[in-house]
């Protein structure tokens, strides 16, 4: 070797640290130096991931990070110095690190420069509820036009989150990952759990954490927006799979008054013949305030919950139902928790006893949050949720409340004691620790029953455990509906790809006031903003409409024939004619790491046009969705309007009463991203990518297009998901390009895929011969298809029937 550099294998063969030069030590997965007063260590986990830690001089602490689960390998490294400069460089990255100033650099395998840290790390003095540690900060340079996505949900309507400082705590409407990631092709996960703030400036990047013994983060580089998502998944765990029906589509309200109720709308869904796979039951099943999430069906109104799951099981629908994080002072598991010191002293919701808005606070409710940072608390919850629901079949968990509500704020409140220390240091994993009960719990005493999992919060790592997070009690409002594409694009850039909103919007009671038979439903200016953002949701990982103020099941809004009825009946079935496409997708999201809605830089970084854009997406890698987020037949109501009258987001004022013709045909712009030919979805019109154009709409059609090369599976024509086999899907090609899918199917609802019970069917396109090849089938479980057709259909006319029995067989078209 030349002299200053040296060649080492970077394992547990070496015994202690073997001192390098003076200035720095190898350990056993990288370097640890002292520059001034600071430690630093650089530890490899892979050869493309690498955890930064820098505490000051001598500090002593143990950190077990709660969201990293992958443990660090055997890593070949090759170290080089250059005077003060130390090279790490591994097959996928190389990392600099100064011995002088302690500034860590990270470069991509060709040596260009990805990111550089900024100045030296911040220790400031902190007293977290009588324990000495520090606030910490550490602050980076990018690039000027460098755009960074991720950090979570949010409802600031941006795309790329430059320009801005952002307090990163736990709410209902946002939830926050503290995980970057740029076009570069690089990501940052900053591991810490108590309020953070996110700053960027024309100075510098930064995390500044309110508590931390230490700076600790990790640097992942994955090439691209996928490499870098696949990263933070091996990091902080994959996602598991969830059940077919809970791609189905979801229709819920706050809330259904009894059993009766729930059970009669599903009901009336099978009775007009339209899809439905689930009815969801919000709170107060289990009676009043005082008996908050008992856990049990102590409502009268609720009288039978077994018949009612039977009910609604020989329906062949499912039932998810909600439970929370808080518990009231009657209730069993108050008690039990209570007596063992495991319930907080904040303010939470509900604030009074007394079922009446606004909230009585003469008769307070008492309610109060569990500790799930305490294992044992973990187990009593799920002790009587097994106890007092699971055991009459429910199929799945809205928790809601998971960030959790925390009202009434005071500072002193960080300082509540949790199993983990204050609750300031771990506040943020409060999500992540709660919903990893209840599935760890699950999954422990059935594999017959997937969990499937709602939630209102999220934290890195939360992926996991298979839950969806919405994007909380959103407004109903057109600007709200536009804040909620870039926020699922950027939670799913942070690591999860499991994302809804309640589609129509929660509060929806302004559109009742400004309505003349009191009704939104009946109000245009709803109605038109409940199809576009239904049409939004059948695109999301999660169909599920919900909301309070008024009721959202499709007979609220007309009957058939009408063009809203027939609009949200349109929408829902062709969520279902893509459940093949949709299912095929969530096993490239569990297998290999894909995404549902990808942000258009996933595909097309090549594109500068796509960077900073928030109102369109993939939704897996062949259809470009372009949701209508603007109001085409009525006026753009603001949220806070009086009894009668509103203003639109010109700030005019807006009659009630207004009236609509819902045929008329409008026009909206789509963005088709340069490096290749697209089609449109519903007349097969074939466009040039780069450039704009205008997609001609009516309320019934969203701007759907397909990219050439694309494979969609078409499934049948359901009332629910399970009710015909895949026997005769239709696979619509779509050429001009070579293109490939992989479908997937297994038992849809168990663990045993984990132990290789399921199939893949390999389709290709090979454009030049214009040859489709329905490959060999890989895989087997109990009771699958051994025979079957498929329709194959072109965008250019061009149909032809396959049969198919596992062997491989191709066609020319």
């Not at 329905?774 to 298809?785: E, Q, T, V």
Request: neutral net charge.
């Amino acid at each position: 070797m030349r002299i200053g550099e040296k060649l080492f294998f970077i394992a547990m063969m070496f015994c202690g640290s073997a001192v390098y030069a003076q200035t720095y030590q190898l350990t056993d997965g990288g370097i640890k130096s002292v520059v001034g007063s600071t430690d630093v260590e650089l530890k490899f986990y892979d050869a493309s991931t690498v955890r930064v830690l820098k505490s000051p001089q001598g500090k002593v602490f143990e950190k077990k990070s709660l969201a990293v689960v992958e443990e660090p390998e055997k890593v070949r490294l090759s170290i080089k110095e250059n005077g003060s400069d130390v090279r790490l460089r591994t097959s996928a990255m190389e990392v600099a690190f100064n011995t002088e100033t302690g500034i860590v650099t990270f470069y991509a395998p060709d040596g260009s420069r990805l990111l550089a840290e900024q100045g030296q790390p911040s220790f400031k003095e902190f007293d977290d509820a009588g324990n000495n540690t520090f606030t910490v900060k550490q602050a980076f340079g990018l690039d000027k036009d460098e755009p960074l996505y991720g950090l979570g949900i949010l409802q600031n309507g941006k795309m790329s989150q430059r320009g801005q400082t952002k307090r990163m705590v736990q709410g209902n409407v946002e939830d926050f990952i503290p995980f970057v990631q740029s076009v570069k092709g690089y990501g940052i996960y900053w591991d810490n759990y108590s309020p953070t703030d996110f700053i960027d400036t024309d100075k510098e990047t930064a995390f500044r954490s309110e508590v931390g013994d230490c700076i600790d983060y990790y640097f992942m580089y994955g090439g691209d927006a996928d490499g870098v998502v696949a990263k933070m998944r091996r990091l902080t765990g994959d996602v598991p799979m969830i059940p077919l029906w809970a791609y189905g589509y979801m229709q819920s309200k706050e809330r259904y008054k009894s059993q009766d109720e729930i059970v009669g709308v599903l009901k009336k869904y099978r009775e007009l013949n339209v899809p439905i796979d689930c009815v969801i039951q919000d709170w107060q099943y289990w009676g009043h305030n005082y008996l908050w999430n008992a856990m049990d069906f102590q409502n009268p109104l609720f009288r039978n919950p077994q018949k009612m799951m039977d009910d609604i099981h020989a329906m062949n629908g499912r039932v998810m139902i909600s439970i929370w994080s808080s518990f009231g002072p009657a209730t069993r598991p108050y008690r039990e928790l209570d007596g063992k010191n495991m319930l907080f002293n904040f303010g939470t919701w509900p604030q009074s006893g007394v079922d009446s808005w606004p909230p009585d606070r003469n008769y307070p409710s008492g309610v109060r949050v569990y500790d799930a940072y305490n294992p044992e608390a973990r187990d009593i919850y799920w002790k009587y949720l097994n106890d007092g629901i699971f055991k009459y079949g429910m199929d799945g968990w809205w928790m809601d409340s998971t960030e959790p509500d925390h009202l009434d704020f005071k500072p002193s409140d960080f300082d509540t004691k949790t199993y983990m220390g204050s609750f300031r240091k771990v506040r943020n994993a409060y999500p992540l620790m709660t919903v990893g009960g209840v599935y760890d719990h699950q999954r422990a005493v059935t594999s017959d029953k997937r969990v499937m999992i709602l939630t209102r919060s999220g934290f890195a790592g939360q992926q996991r455990y298979g839950a969806n997070v919405w994007s909380g009690d959103v407004s109903s409002s057109w600007e709200t509906l536009r804040k909620q594409v870039p926020a699922g694009l950027n939670f799913t850039l942070a690591g999860n790809p499991n994302y809804n909103s309640d589609i129509g919007g929660f509060f929806c009671g302004h559109y009742n006031k400004s309505y003349a038979d009191g009704k939104a439903t009946s109000n245009p200016m709803f109605r038109e903003l409940y199809v576009r953002w239904l049409q939004f949701g059948a695109f999301n990982p999660m169909m599920r409409s919900h909301g309070a103020d008024a009721p959202r099941e499709i007979y609220q809004f007309g009957k058939k024939g009408e063009p809203v009825y027939d609009a949200i009946e349109k929408t829902i079935r062709l969520r279902y004619s893509l459940l093949p496409y949709i299912y095929s997708t969530s096993w490239d999201v569990c297998h290999r790491r894909g995404s549902f809605m990808r942000a258009l830089v996933m595909d097309f970084a090549g594109d500068r046009n796509v960077w900073d854009m928030n109102d369109e997406y993939m939704f897996g890698r062949s259809i470009l969705v372009a949701p209508v987020l603007e109001a085409h037949y009525t006026p753009e109501v603001a949220v806070n309007v009086n009894e009668t009258d509103g203003w639109n987001r010109d700030g005019k004022k807006v009659e009630s009463n207004v009236q609509a013709d819902f045929t008329k045909p409008h026009n909206s712009k789509v963005y088709l991203p340069a490096g290749t030919v697209w089609y449109d979805f519903w007349t097969n019109e074939r466009h040039e990518g780069g450039k704009e154009i205008s997609k001609t709409t009516t309320i019934d059609i969203i701007p759907l297009y397909v990219r050439a090369g694309g494979i969609v599976p078409i499934g049948p024509d359901v009332q629910y998901s399970g009710e015909k086999a895949w026997d005769n899907l239709e696979l619509r090609v779509y050429t001009g390009a070579d293109g490939e899918f992989t479908i997937y199917e297994d038992e849809f609802d168990n663990y045993n895929y984990e132990k290789g019970a399921y199939t893949e069917i390999p389709v290709t396109w090979n454009n030049a011969s214009r040859r489709l090849t329905i490959g060999k089938r890989k895989g087997a479980y109990a009771g699958m298809l051994q025979k079957r057709k498929f329709t194959v259909v072109t965008q250019d006319g061009v149909r032809k029937t396959v049969s198919y029995d596992g062997r491989k067989t191709s066609v020319r078209l």
